[in-house]
């Protein structure tokens, strides 16, 4: 019988609507906050936690990555930006989309030019020519007008000033072939409207953290000096961080080649800045559950610590990082409540461990078995496969303990003084 009351996974939710370059190919795609799969429009209360939302969620949605040569374009708040949440998402691609209406703070200055030398596109929502816009354009790479809000006689000399300036246009609501032909005619560079495509919804799943990791990961990243080993010990005992991690990493968002083996190799990949934002962005929205069910993450960190362990002893020829992360997402099926093939489409492990979480039969999917028979007791085919694996019984069994009272010690939650 299934003794989970509540899922152990939070429903989330944006849309994203195209813009398009002259010939209608996708130049970039703005990301909109949704509060449910079927809303058409943003109710939105705390456009910083809006932000947040946005940010955390848009690699999370399997099947829906951003292809590799597409930007993506959110809307900050001055305090998100103040707070460097743009650094969550990576240079290059991201369009951070401010509104004219911000006040133009000597803070909110310093860090758009920061941005920029970073490599963020800085863009100017809902230019209208107000004061704060006309100080804004020296610091943005384009602007995005209206224009069902602007005369055409005044959409004519925003584009001049732009176009004297080198800064890009960006023509939104166009809704019909005649606004479409008349943003060309008076030098837009890219289109968005209902005309092209309306907002299309993503929704999926992301698994909750536990609130121990949330603890030593807001104390960690905050840190003056960067630990990476500290960080790699702690995300390694959050089967949902990691498997998001990876899940990011492996998007075209950020697009990193090669197979990832730990999940410190994962954190030198990222950056610590880039991972730094990222996991604020993450511990900010990750909102602890009123029922949680640590069951299953705790019985995947136990048998991550257990494969790692027991590799490290018996010396097998098998890396105990890698045996690490099979133990960590072995119980992903369960938690999502999704195929583990589709799940393992999205992580960028090597061939023969997505493979066996996918029941496959090979040298890693018998560690797994071995796991399993250690669970439900069942002595004498664990006997079988320790025998056939060539392991030791006592290292087995020692490790085995070592990793129960490891993973116990860990989901404790600390005593308040």
Same mark, same amino acid.
């Given at each position: ?91 290059? &691609?991201?369009?951070?989309? !401010?509104?004219?209406?911000? %006040?133009?703070?000597? $803070? =909110?200055?310093? *860090? +758009? /030019? ?101 603890? &030593?990961?807001?104390?960690? !990243?905050?840190?003056?000096? %960067?630990?990476?080993? $500290? =960080?790699?010990? *702690? +995300? /390694? ?181």
């Amino acid at each position: 019988m299934n003794s989970r009351k509540s899922p152990i996974y939070d429903k989330f939710f944006f849309a994203r609507q195209p813009i398009l370059m002259p010939d209608q190919s996708v130049w970039g795609y703005e990301l909109l906050f949704r509060d449910s799969g079927s809303a058409t429009s943003a109710v939105i209360s705390d456009g910083y936690k809006a932000t947040l939302n946005v940010a955390a969620d848009i690699c999370s949605a399997p099947g829906k990555d951003i292809p590799d040569n597409v930007k993506i374009v959110i809307n900050f708040s001055h305090k998100s930006i103040l707070d460097k949440i743009p650094y969550s998402l990576p240079a290059g &691609k991201t369009v951070v989309q !401010i509104p004219e209406t911000t %006040p133009p703070t000597p $803070a =909110l200055i310093k *860090a +758009l /030019q920061e941005l920029s030398q970073d490599g963020y596109i800085i863009a100017l929502d809902d230019f209208e020519g107000r004061p704060q816009g006309e100080f804004f354009i020296n610091y943005a790479d384009a602007i995005i007008v209206d224009i069902l809000a602007v005369q055409k006689e005044k959409l004519r000399q925003m584009c001049e000033q732009c176009h004297s300036s080198g800064t890009k246009l960006i023509a939104k609501r166009v809704e019909n072939m005649t606004q479409f032909a008349m943003a060309q005619e008076l030098g837009f560079d890219f289109f968005q409207g209902f005309y092209f495509k309306r907002p299309e919804n993503i929704k999926g799943r992301k698994l909750r953290s536990g609130e121990t990791v949330k603890l &030593k990961l807001l104390k960690l !990243i905050e840190a003056p000096d %960067p630990d990476i080993d $500290a =960080l790699a010990e *702690a +995300l /390694q005992n959050d089967v949902s961080i990691s498997y998001r991690l990876l899940t990011l990493l492996n998007s075209p968002t950020f697009g990193f080649p090669q197979k990832i083996s730990s999940i410190r190799q994962a954190i030198v990949l990222a950056g610590w800045k880039m991972l730094k934002n990222w996991l604020r962005v993450i511990l900010l929205t990750d909102l602890t559950p009123k029922e949680k069910s640590l069951e299953l993450p705790q019985l995947a960190t136990q048998r991550a610590r257990f494969l790692h362990t027991l590799t490290s002893k018996a010396q097998n020829g098998l890396n105990p990082e890698s045996m690490f992360l099979l133990g960590l997402f072995s119980l992903l099926g369960a938690m999502f409540d999704m195929p583990i093939r589709k799940l393992t489409t999205y992580l960028p492990l090597e061939d023969d461990i997505c493979a066996a979480l996918c029941g496959e039969d090979n040298i890693y999917n018998r560690y797994l078995e071995l796991i399993a028979f250690f669970e439900n007791g069942d002595w004498d085919n664990l006997e079988f496969v320790i025998d056939e694996l060539g392991l030791d019984q006592v290292i087995v069994s020692k490790s085995y303990y070592e990793a129960s009272r490891w993973a116990n010690s860990f989901f404790q939650l600390p005593r308040t003084a």
